[in-house]
């Protein structure tokens, strides 16, 4: 009996041991989201999810009792760890619309704008809930543990210890415990924001560590790249004139043609086929299939490759994990001399954490979704929109102008229906399914191909010397175990070219000022070649990066998988210098951008998203409709009066119209105060106009 009462005695607190870290675990992911409503429902969607947070909060709790043996000690510890992380999160997550990442730690991201972020997260609320917290907890331990002894015996901390180790290893590795099979648990690579919504803050924040253990190359050092960087030749320009430099990537665009066993009722490329006669042009080995295309478009503008990370690169986004600080690209090394750079994507500006990403490339402009007119072909936005941005944008600028622009008409799914019409008749030995996806990716294809001989006239006749890099990001993805190409008979069982097989997309270089002679067909590159292979052609100054990168591509044009590399006659000495170089640019001290003078000068000071925040220039009130006249309005402002939503309808133009019958009524006899915001589809505020007043009626 008396152990018995010994044992009890110590109950207490062994049970704050297994709650406390759960009532930490709370008050992390209610800071994290804001309110208590979203973590209540979050608790109520992922409780699974919140199970796995609080096995994060105990195995770090567990930690510090093996290391301290105390239990007070030990909680504040965690509570000074844990409770600015998920303000912060919060903070940032609140202004601009994404978690507080590892990464962001790990490179000292955004640390001039927490204190903004969080002046305008902190509320009443917040603050109270955390103090609450804090005494409660302050108030508990001095009941319980005042006559109790406050340290564990060796023993139990040993016990703690390997607890602490088991749990953090199945949660970080998912051995020897799979909590992600067990629980169902993913992530969401093009679109981390929605891993950390539904695993919440802290497990996620667990599962993202894995994408700082980058590998530093044998022999990486200042010596070694500012040697290598003095080694690479200077390359020149090659005259005096600077073409406008285009490059237009084709969404899911790859030669359906040689499919052999099908056959289409006309060529859906035939502009492709026809230029390709002419022009330069050839494969490109994408290292994505089915998705993922800002993978490609990060080979393509910076010159880096997807096979240096030691991940597959469907597992991992370095425009999301990797694009911490200015990174060189084609648009900051065409801004150097000279050239406008600007972005077109028309889609949401957040996705792939573009609006950041483009920023640290050197562009000037980005121009998204949220700033296009509605012209949408199917669901997305038609590819004839993206040539109409290209023009208008190189027409403004006095200068030479790089453009790097998306197409998006033709993303997935293929479903029959998609499309107003089909126009091209798919027929072969396939299944009835399988025929209707195949014809309406044609027609998807087919506008993407009239898109880029829009593209090509259009400068035909301009005097202007131009170049325009097409090429395809990645194939389609076309159901599940490649359904539609078996069926088409195009991967055969235990295919052995099949990687090769779909990944190969057509790339073209067009021109209007080189010699027929120095055109070159059937060639075959790895999209980080690309970018210098069309300097070189343009005639312009690289950088020595791209500089070195061309010389490498006439020796090794194709960067396979590290598994074919033998088969491609690659060792990996070959490439050793190139994985040194990109390891400085993405995770080292940057040495070979200051021996160069540029480190600190990519990022461009006057980069905006769009057009610039919209300005209010007339209101004009009636009785029935406000009508709210400006600059830089697109479909995607909204009208604001006294802080309150009004909704509106927007004329193509320059006009917003405000139907006061459906709209809250104004308060008479006060002059009100009209705003133009531009939020993105997640709802965050990307634009806001200067305050407008409205008179009094």
Not at 168 to 184: E, H, M, Q, R, V
Not at 621 to 632: A, C, D, Q
Request: glycine share 6%.
């Amino acid at each position: 009996m008396s152990r018995f009462l010994h044992v009890l005695r110590y109950l207490p607190t062994r049970v704050m041991v297994i709650v406390l870290p759960f009532a930490l675990m709370c008050l992390v992911e209610y800071l994290e989201r804001g309110s208590y409503a979203d973590f209540r429902q979050w608790t109520g969607d992922h409780p699974f999810a919140m199970l796995l947070a609080y096995f994060v909060t105990g195995a770090l709790y567990f930690v510090l009792i093996a290391l301290t043996g105390g239990v007070r000690v030990s909680f504040w510890l965690l509570c000074v760890l844990l409770l600015p992380l998920g303000a912060i999160s919060g903070s940032k997550l609140k202004a601009i619309g994404a978690p507080y990442y590892p990464w962001d730690l790990y490179f000292h991201n955004e640390i001039m704008e927490s204190g903004r972020f969080m002046k305008g997260y902190l509320s009443t609320s917040i603050i109270l809930v955390v103090s609450i917290f804090v005494i409660l907890v302050a108030v508990l331990f001095h009941i319980i543990l005042r006559k109790r002894r406050l340290r564990f015996h060796f023993a139990e901390r040993i016990v703690y210890g390997v607890i602490a180790i088991v749990l953090a290893a199945s949660l970080g590795t998912d051995k020897p415990i799979s909590f992600t099979n067990l629980y169902g648990m993913y992530t969401v690579p093009w679109d981390q924001t929605i891993t950390y919504e539904d695993n919440g803050f802290l497990y996620s924040t667990v599962q993202m560590l894995g994408f700082l253990d980058v590998a530093k190359p044998e022999g990486y050092s200042k010596k070694a790249i500012t040697s290598l960087v003095d080694s690479i030749p200077d390359k020149p320009a090659a005259g005096t004139v600077k073409p406008n430099i285009i490059v237009m990537l084709g969404e899911s665009f790859f030669d359906l043609t040689e499919m052999k066993n099908v056959t289409y009722s006309r060529d859906p490329i035939a502009h492709l086929h026809a230029l390709s006669k002419t022009f330069t042009s050839g494969k490109m080995l994408s290292p994505q299939f089915g998705g993922s295309t800002a993978n490609v478009e990060f080979e393509v503008l910076s010159g880096n490759s997807m096979r240096f990370f030691g991940k597959s690169p469907d597992k991992i986004i370095p425009y999301i994990e990797y694009m911490n600080h200015g990174v060189d690209s084609l648009a900051s090394i065409m801004t150097r001399q000279g050239y406008t750079a600007t972005a077109i994507n028309p889609f949401f500006s957040y996705f792939f954490d573009s609006r950041k990403v483009y920023k640290h490339f050197g562009f000037s402009r980005f121009i998204a979704s949220e700033y296009f007119p509605n012209d949408f072909e199917g669901p997305n936005y038609a590819d004839r929109a993206v040539v109409n941005k290209i023009t208008e944008e190189t027409e403004k600028s006095p200068g030479p102008d790089f453009v790097f622009a998306n197409t998006m008409e033709n993303h997935h799914p293929y479903k029959p229906g998609k499309f107003p019409k089909n126009t091209i008749e798919v027929t072969g030995d396939i299944s009835a399914e399988s025929k209707g996806i195949l014809e309406t990716y044609a027609q998807g294809i087919s506008a993407t191909d009239e898109a880029l001989q829009a593209l090509v006239d259009y400068y035909s006749k301009k005097n202007e010397p131009t170049i325009i890099l097409f090429f395809g990001d990645h194939f389609p993805f076309f159901e599940d175990d490649y359904k539609v190409y078996r069926d088409a008979k195009y991967v055969l069982p235990n295919d052995p070219d099949l990687y090769v097989k779909t990944h190969s997309t057509p790339f073209l270089i067009w021109n209007n000022f080189l010699a027929g002679d120095q055109e070159k067909q059937n060639l075959t590159y790895s999209p980080s070649f690309l970018g210098p292979l069309l300097l070189h052609m343009a005639g312009v100054q690289g950088s020595y990066y791209t500089n070195y990168l061309y010389d490498l591509s006439q020796k090794i044009p194709v960067i396979p998988p590290q598994e074919m590399w033998a088969k491609y006659g690659i060792q990996e000495k070959d490439l050793l210098d190139y994985e040194r170089m990109q390891y400085d640019n993405l995770f080292g001290e940057r040495y070979g951008y200051a021996a160069k003078g540029y480190k600190d000068t990519i990022v461009q000071p006057n980069y905006i998203l769009g057009y610039g925040d919209p300005v209010i220039t007339k209101i004009e009130p009636s009785e029935s409709t406000i009508k709210v006249k400006g600059l830089r309005f697109f479909s995607s402002c909204e009208v604001y009066i006294d802080g309150v939503n009004y909704k509106s309808n927007f004329d193509g133009t320059d006009t917003l119209y405000v139907d006061l019958a459906k709209n809250p009524k104004l308060a008479p006899g006060k002059e009100h105060q009209v705003e133009i915001r531009v939020y993105d589809d997640k709802k965050m505020k990307i634009g806001q106009s200067p305050i407008f007043p409205l008179p009094a009626s």
